[in-house]
């Protein structure tokens, strides 16, 4: 990351903050720290992204081809070269296979795995199995009484049809998942050990559709089993609340909010104790309530 300059006007000159003040009078330039701006551009995405979710809704109305009620990209799709192409359609393909999950199956907490092995928590990881070299998937998705490992894929190239069996990403995406497994610390004192908990994969693959060459656009899912035990349904809840604290931990940890995100990143263990933090509401017209948590945006307070 990098601090760039700019050249800085200002109108009226008193409006001016001191920091960028030379002497009594606006500076020539000011400064941006191109980390700094990240971190602000994914606090904003993240705090408007409710219901109507307008900032990247904006920017895929604004590349999707207008006129149509189809997922069709303008022209031959977002990027110009097969190399850029390819790039946006796997970013895309990540946000589409994301949306598929959490609109129709209902998973609500995503844990991106990363590295091997990836701790969730203290008690629950995802573990590549011996002899398996492919790449990762991406996530742990919890849901209500529902877990599974899921890998998006997305691709721009016209040969990946539905007609003649699975497309050669959607069988990327099930060696992906197949190659790992979900394990949880069971057992008690010195007993404890790594147990492998079978589980739903979800490999979800989103084939752009384009205006030039005309191509409709398809979305494939395919849903292979993972290995290991049948988990038991507190042990399928307590990782499906782990997952859930990992997806806050990442979250928080995103806006910016480290000190927050931290327990919630390494996990507790079963047992372990930490001090509740209360916050306190007071609405007009409604009784003051008090939830477990603290409050987080632009402004934090702790009652």
């Known amino acids: 990351m990098a601090v760039h300059q700019v050249r800085y006007i200002v109108r009226p000159p008193s409006a001016c903050p001191a920091e960028l003040k030379s002497g009594s009078v606006p500076g020539a330039s000011c400064e941006f720290d191109t980390a700094f701006v990240a971190a602000c551009a994914m606090r904003e995405i993240t705090q408007t992204t409710g219901a109507s979710s307008r900032p990247l809704a904006l920017l895929f109305d604004e590349l999707l081809a207008p006129g149509t009620n189809q997922l069709v990209w303008r022209g031959k799709g977002p990027g110009l070269g097969k190399e850029m192409r390819r790039a946006f359609s796997g970013l895309f393909g990540r946000f589409f296979a994301r949306a598929y999950l959490e609109r129709y199956y209902g998973f609500a907490c995503f844990s991106p795995i990363d590295g091997n092995p990836t701790a969730i928590s203290k008690r629950?990881?995802?573990?590549?199995?011996?002899?398996?070299?492919?790449?990762?998937?991406?996530?742990?998705?919890?849901?209500?009484?529902?877990?599974?490992?899921?890998?998006?894929?997305?691709?721009?190239?016209?040969?990946?049809?539905a007609g003649g069996g699975r497309p050669g990403p959607i069988k990327t995406a099930e060696g992906q998942i197949q190659g790992v497994v979900i394990e949880k610390l069971l057992g008690s004192g010195s007993k404890k050990?790594?147990?492998?908990?079978?589980?739903?994969?979800?490999?979800?693959?989103?084939?752009?559709?384009?205006?030039?060459?005309?191509?409709?656009?398809?979305?494939?899912?395919?849903?292979?089993?993972?290995?290991?035990?049948?988990?038991?349904?507190?042990?399928?809840?307590?990782?499906?609340?782990?997952?859930?604290?990992?997806?806050?931990?990442?979250?928080?940890?995103?806006?910016?909010?480290?000190?927050?995100?931290?327990?919630?990143?390494?996990?507790?263990?079963?047992?372990?104790?930490?001090?509740?933090?209360?916050?306190?509401?007071?609405?007009?017209?409604?009784?003051?309530?008090?939830?477990?948590?603290?409050?987080?945006?632009?402004?934090?307070?702790?009652?």
């Open 124 to 161: 629950m990881r995802v573990a590549r199995l011996p002899g398996r070299g492919s790449e990762l998937p991406d996530w742990v998705c919890g849901g209500p009484k529902r877990l599974a490992i899921a890998e998006a894929k997305g691709t721009s190239q016209p040969g990946t049809g």
């Open 193 to 303: 050990r790594w147990t492998a908990l079978s589980t739903k994969g979800w490999a979800v693959m989103s084939r752009w559709g384009a205006e030039l060459p005309p191509r409709d656009a398809f979305l494939f899912a395919l849903d292979p089993e993972t290995r290991g035990e049948q988990p038991s349904n507190h042990d399928r809840d307590e990782m499906i609340q782990d997952v859930a604290r990992s997806h806050v931990g990442h979250l928080l940890a995103g806006m910016g909010y480290g000190e927050l995100a931290s327990p919630l990143l390494v996990g507790q263990l079963s047992g372990a104790s930490r001090p509740p933090e209360a916050a306190s509401l007071d609405l007009d017209g409604e009784a003051e309530t008090t939830y477990l948590g603290v409050p987080v945006g632009s402004l934090q307070a702790r009652t």
